[in-house]
């Protein structure tokens, strides 16, 4: 096994960003940018880390001044027609997280989807994508869901966990609220006005 150090580490991923970020299409962002300006409230979800990085974009979606929510939470309300759900999923098409999915289509939220995956149970009902290529490892196996491979560690390559699409993603929605707080004139003074201070 070879021995890299990790700042080459770093570097080789910083390149994969960097190639990824270029294969994102304009539409596919306008689209995205679009759906946020016009929604009521926005849900995010994802699972496992891409959960995280949901998190991490609700938080800064509450500090640019828009009504966001996490599903699952506790103080989550209950999603209504014309809502805005923002899933993170590499696949496309993790069990638990389509599921919400789908009931939040049928109650009449808009779905969208950063994925890597257009052609997954969750891209056949989202409203917009953006796209994220990364190197998943292909599995033939449907047993091989997010939650089993996540229990068993199976996961290869050279980055955590077998892929970048959470790295990228998490770097994709920053750069998203960058772009939301041009759009919306709004300064970083008012983002710290709305950060948390009892922490």
Do not use: W
Request: hydrophobic fraction near 45%.
């Amino acid at each position: 096994m070879e021995n890299h150090r990790v700042q080459e580490m770093m570097q080789l991923m910083a390149s994969k960003i960097r190639a990824i970020a270029d294969s994102i299409t304009d539409a596919d962002v306008d689209a995205f940018i679009v759906e946020i300006l016009h929604a009521r409230r926005i849900f995010v979800m994802g699972a496992g880390r891409s959960g995280l990085v949901a998190k991490g974009f609700a938080m800064r979606l509450m500090h640019l001044g828009l009504q966001s929510y996490v599903v699952g939470e506790t103080i989550t309300p209950a999603l209504q027609n014309g809502d805005l759900i923002v899933i993170f999923s590499g696949s496309g098409k993790t069990k638990t997280i389509a599921d919400l999915a789908e009931t939040g289509k049928d109650i009449g939220a808009h779905i969208c989807l950063i994925t890597s995956n257009a052609n997954s149970r969750i891209g056949k009902i989202a409203d917009c994508m953006v796209i994220i290529e990364h190197q998943r490892d292909d599995s033939d196996n449907d047993a091989a869901e997010f939650e089993i491979r996540q229990m068993l560690g199976d996961h290869k390559s050279f980055a955590p966990l077998g892929t970048l699409f959470e790295t990228v993603s998490m770097i994709f929605s920053d750069a998203v609220i960058s772009r939301l707080m041009e759009i919306t004139k709004t300064d970083e003074s008012a983002l710290k006005n709305r950060h948390a201070n009892i922490e």
